[in-house]
């Protein structure tokens, strides 16, 4: 396929672009059809180009904009305080070892635990507004952040760290020289994976407590039963994701450009 | 449920500077005070009435929990349920790995969409679910299996890859049908990227199918969980957090052990 792609000029990432995005379309225009033909029920899935006709609405009517913003606020502040929290914590247990070896694998523990289940918990504590939400998602994301800070610091090589010594650097530029400049990879794969389980939770919980942002517009239109406008806001929670998985990558490489 | 996989390793025999029972003794200290000012919170009166409990409350709660046979009723309907769904999700996540990992181009085309589509919050999905599969188990099965289908997807196309060309060469030139380069080769080789897709798969299913309970159910744990918000009956709900976290935190541990024992029982 590649050969035959290859000899035709087309690279095999257009090739490859172009098969999904044409499955994609293939599938929609299938799906239109069989709801057309009475083959699946429209009450139950709308037909997609009601879903494309509902997007005006949704944008302009149930002002995304607005919930869009307020998500993006939830999510800055508790991202804020997963990354201050996250590599402090995390800087601390490197540098206390004996408190290190004691709580690592509590905090593996609380990283594989399903933190989202204590909303009703967080409910009763901070009450129903964005706080409880905000606590939400830095519960989730804080423990990925803290262990892959401190397995980034104790990766360091042994090398490196003698060579600081060989300088003589204080402890603080062995700590910004050498350090953290090593422990940077890990850190960033602690921060993406915090603000994945952050971002999940923030709109997870808008969701179920009918609260906030674009959580709540995907509640609120399903209990009117409006089935385009459902679909057509969770793609565009879809496309928030992408964007955010996207944005956390760029902001990565700029941070990181030798990566 | 995150697997973050990234629990430094511990030092070898005799080469860290804490003994065993130095971090036990921390350990236990750590605990006893966690438990001391929860104890002296709940005491304090400075939270509103029962947000923090008393211990003793919780731990009556706990009991009493454990001992209501109508508890296990519900713990078997959510556990039968992420059951079915890491069962679906799984041998569908792991047949499509095994599609886009064995064809460069189809793997190039699809799995963007797996990609962008696996840290979308799934619950947003759950109206959809409804609709499709009623208010019953079917829909919070569903929720699992599409909670599970991409960790496990991603993982296998990603094992898929890192199979050694040459144990493929061989089941080729063998002449062995699909179905046995799949339980030949392909699957024996590609054990330990499984067992961890299964591994998040697991976490993200008991999310999904718990968080669906919790929305709109009149069984199983998220559903009791919410019913004890409802009624403010915290000391019960913290029990249930409490036997949650452990079943969900044991369950993880257990399918990493699986993993693990396999890894060193095939070395």
């Given at each position: 396929?590649?050969?035959?792609?290859?000899?035709?000029?087309?690279?095999?990432?257009?090739?490859?672009?172009?098969?999904?995005?044409?499955?994609?379309?293939?599938?929609?225009?299938a799906?239109?059809?069989?709801?057309?033909a009475?083959?699946?029920n429209?009450?139950?899935?709308?037909?997609?180009?009601?879903?494309?006709?509902?997007?005006?609405?949704v944008?302009?009517?149930?002002?995304?904009?607005?919930?869009?913003?307020l998500?993006?606020?939830?999510?800055?502040?508790?991202g804020?305080?997963?990354?201050?929290?996250?590599?402090?914590?995390?800087m601390?247990?490197?540098?206390?070892e004996?408190?290190?070896?004691?709580?690592e694998?509590?905090i593996?523990?609380?990283?594989?635990?399903?933190?989202v289940?204590?909303?009703?918990?967080?409910?009763?504590?901070?009450g129903?507004?964005?706080?409880?939400?905000?606590?939400?998602?830095?519960?989730?994301?804080?423990?990925?952040?803290t262990?892959?800070?401190?397995?980034?610091l104790?990766?360091?090589?042994?090398?490196?760290?003698?060579?600081?010594?060989?300088f003589?650097?204080?402890?603080?530029?062995?700590f910004?020289?050498?350090?953290?400049?090593?422990?940077?990879?890990?850190i960033?794969?602690?921060?993406?994976?915090?603000?994945?389980?952050?971002?999940?939770?923030?709109?997870g919980?808008?969701?179920?407590?009918?609260?906030?942002?674009?959580?709540?517009?995907?509640?609120d239109?399903?209990?009117?039963?409006?089935?385009?406008?459902?679909?057509?806001?969770?793609?565009?929670?879809?496309?928030?994701?992408?964007?955010?998985f996207?944005?956390?990558?760029?902001?990565?490489?700029?941070?990181?450009?030798?990566? | 449920m995150?697997?973050?996989?990234?629990?430094?390793?511990?030092?070898?025999?005799?080469?860290?500077?804490?003994?065993?029972?130095?971090?036990?003794?921390?350990?236990?200290?750590?605990?006893?005070?966690?438990?001391?000012?929860?104890?002296?919170?709940?005491?304090?009166?400075?939270?509103?009435?029962?947000?923090v409990?008393?211990?003793?409350k919780?731990?009556?709660a706990?009991?009493?929990?454990?001992?209501?046979?109508?508890?296990?009723?519900?713990?078997?309907?959510?556990?039968?349920?992420?059951?079915?769904?890491?069962?679906?999700g799984?041998?569908?996540?792991l047949?499509?790995?095994?599609?886009?990992?064995?064809?460069?181009l189809?793997?190039?085309?699809?799995?963007p969409?797996?990609?962008?589509?696996?840290?979308?919050?799934?619950?947003?999905?759950?109206?959809?679910?409804?609709?499709?599969?009623?208010?019953?188990?079917?829909?919070?099965?569903?929720?699992?299996?599409?909670?599970c289908?991409f960790?496990?997807?991603?993982?296998?196309?990603?094992?898929?890859?890192?199979?050694?060309?040459?144990?493929?060469?061989?089941?080729?030139s063998?002449?062995?049908?699909?179905?046995?380069?799949?339980?030949?080769?392909?699957?024996?080789?590609?054990?330990?990227?499984?067992?961890?897709?299964?591994?998040?798969?697991?976490?993200?299913?008991?999310i999904?199918?718990?968080?669906?309970?919790?929305?709109?159910?009149?069984?199983?744990?998220?559903?009791?969980?919410?019913?004890?918000?409802?009624?403010?009956?915290m000391?019960?709900?913290?029990?249930?957090?409490?036997?949650?976290?452990?079943?969900?935190?044991?369950?993880?541990?257990?399918?990493?052990?699986?993993?693990?024992?396999?890894?060193?029982?095939?070395n």
């Amino acid at each position: 396929m590649s050969a035959v792609s290859a000899r035709r000029g087309i690279s095999e990432g257009t090739l490859a672009f172009f098969l999904g995005f044409g499955a994609l379309v293939i599938f929609l225009l299938a799906v239109e059809g069989l709801i057309r033909a009475g083959l699946i029920n429209r009450h139950i899935v709308p037909m997609p180009s009601q879903v494309f006709g509902a997007f005006e609405r949704v944008v302009l009517e149930e002002d995304v904009a607005g919930r869009f913003r307020l998500t993006f606020i939830e999510a800055l502040a508790s991202g804020a305080m997963i990354a201050v929290v996250g590599i402090g914590s995390g800087m601390l247990l490197y540098r206390f070892e004996l408190w290190r070896r004691a709580t690592e694998t509590w905090i593996a523990a609380l990283a594989s635990a399903p933190t989202v289940l204590m909303y009703p918990l967080f409910l009763v504590i901070f009450g129903r507004n964005a706080w409880t939400i905000i606590m939400m998602g830095f519960a989730a994301g804080v423990p990925a952040v803290t262990l892959k800070t401190i397995e980034g610091l104790v990766g360091t090589r042994r090398v490196f760290i003698n060579v600081g010594r060989a300088f003589n650097l204080t402890p603080a530029q062995q700590f910004t020289k050498i350090l953290l400049p090593a422990a940077l990879p890990s850190i960033f794969v602690g921060l993406r994976l915090g603000l994945i389980f952050m971002l999940i939770n923030i709109v997870g919980v808008e969701f179920l407590i009918n609260f906030g942002g674009l959580g709540q517009l995907i509640n609120d239109l399903a209990e009117r039963y409006d089935l385009p406008g459902t679909y057509a806001t969770i793609f565009f929670v879809v496309l928030v994701s992408v964007c955010f998985f996207v944005l956390t990558e760029r902001v990565e490489r700029w941070l990181r450009p030798g990566a | 449920m995150a697997e973050t996989g990234s629990v430094t390793a511990p030092a070898p025999a005799g080469m860290s500077r804490f003994p065993a029972n130095r971090v036990l003794a921390l350990r236990i200290c750590i605990i006893v005070a966690i438990l001391a000012v929860w104890e002296a919170t709940a005491a304090s009166g400075l939270l509103y009435r029962d947000v923090v409990p008393s211990l003793g409350k919780i731990a009556d709660a706990l009991a009493a929990l454990l001992s209501t046979p109508s508890y296990y009723w519900h713990l078997g309907v959510t556990a039968g349920e992420i059951g079915i769904s890491l069962l679906i999700g799984g041998a569908a996540g792991l047949a499509v790995g095994i599609l886009f990992g064995s064809h460069r181009l189809l793997g190039r085309a699809f799995e963007p969409y797996l990609y962008y589509l696996g840290p979308t919050p799934k619950i947003i999905f759950f109206p959809i679910m409804i609709m499709w599969f009623g208010v019953g188990p079917g829909s919070k099965i569903a929720m699992g299996v599409i909670s599970c289908f991409f960790p496990v997807a991603l993982s296998a196309a990603a094992g898929m890859r890192e199979i050694d060309r040459v144990l493929i060469r061989v089941g080729r030139s063998f002449r062995a049908s699909t179905w046995q380069m799949v339980m030949k080769i392909y699957l024996p080789a590609m054990r330990q990227p499984i067992v961890n897709g299964l591994r998040l798969g697991l976490g993200v299913a008991i999310i999904g199918t718990l968080l669906a309970e919790t929305k709109l159910s009149n069984r199983g744990i998220g559903y009791l969980i919410i019913q004890a918000y409802s009624l403010f009956d915290m000391p019960k709900m913290y029990a249930m957090l409490i036997v949650l976290f452990v079943l969900s935190i044991g369950a993880n541990a257990l399918v990493g052990r699986i993993g693990r024992f396999d890894a060193a029982h095939r070395n």
